[in-house]
């Protein structure tokens, strides 16, 4: 079996990285120029057996094709079912309206590290699905927060597969994720690591460089006591519905997870809600000083210097969009699109989805190509060019009058509001 093949059986691939890395190093000490894996430094791996606490996976040969199973009703008629699923993540305590009723017990840094690492638990359960559905399968998801604040999936598959399978998936699917240590708190407050030129970043009092992020994996690497940081996995609450194209059910569904086009994860807050924003705060304290990247500048809290480690950094003031408080920690895309659903990017999505306000507000002659413009700097001090918080507030009214427009010819048109009739929604 090939390693390949064995990767992707959920096998133990550290034996036949080893050999294959041992006949690359015989043919360099032939005299051979160059790295015969073709890279420039050796790959940094960690064995791909599963978890023991995770059940097994059932398999299907792969056949290339995107579309799922028909089936034939007993009127003669065939069909081709899809599928609509909502995955949520753990507990982290006891909620009520979506607020911990015990705001100590609850588990915010594991509910801070879950938003951080989501989008990679959503592409395992991607290629889970793939495995088991045995074809290309296709589709069209967002994600959203929950009241709670922690973000969960809503997901339009091409095809179907039994409820019992894909709650079999969600079950298996985990992602581990192999970083330093960052529990224990190296510098902190005036203490904190000084940048030398070039040696980075080191000890204020001992002078020691701190290891970088090479230096920090490698020690991981060494350790066969390690653990990873953090492992997350979804929650057991799964809702799987069957929905056929053409019906009043399907088109819902696409009218739901089209909203978030144009959506942000700070727009689903409750601003007169002072008990969710006391929340939202606790949140934001949880992630404050937890690692978003390689490169985020908390790691120099606990002791590593960040990957491409440079002046300036100071634990706790990561600028990276996971620690923006409208992201609640998740960094990731809203609207996920796999490249065969329809044959459009997300950009060309958001193109139609323009094309369709213009010409509910009777502006169908307005421009569309994105290319139709060219586009120049301004130099400072032109005449024309009105201050930034002028062309702020007149971007903020246009919107306003564009919006309030819309929801008019809504209405005029019996139109209903799906933000009322969200299939799928969990507390």
Known sequence: MSRIAAEQAGEDTSDLDDVITGIDQDINDTGMRGNVLGRAVPKRHRSTRRRQDAPNLPKRKMAHTTLGRTFTGSDGKTYRPS????????????????VPVDPDAYD?????????????????????????AGYDVQYFAAVEPQKRLAPHLHMA???????????????????????????RIAFDGDHLPVWQDVAGYCDPATGEVLPNWDEALDQLDTDEAAEPLHVIRFGVQVDVQGVLAGTPDADQCIRYLSKYLTKSIGDTLAPDDQAQREHSGRMADALRFEPCTPGCPNWLRYGVQPKGAKPGMTPGRCHGKAH???HLGYAGRRVLVSRKWSNKTLAEHKQDRRTWVLEALGQSDQPTDPHRYIWKPVPAGDANLAPLAVRLLRSVHERQRWRAHLDRLQAQAGGQDLSATEPGRAA
């Open 157 to 183: 598959i091409r095809g179907t597969l039994p409820r019992a399978e894909i709650k079999q998936i969600a079950a298996a699917t985990y992602h581990q994720v192999w970083w330093p240590a960052a529990d």
């Open 108 to 132: 915010y840094r594991r509910a801070a590290r879950d938003a951080l690492h989501f989008p990679k638990l959503v592409d395992r359960f991607v290629q889970n699905l793939r495995r088991v």
């Open 324 to 326: 923006q408080p409208d």
């Open 83 to 98: 599928l609509f699923v909502t995955l949520t993540l753990l507990s982290y305590g006891k909620v009520r309206n979506g």
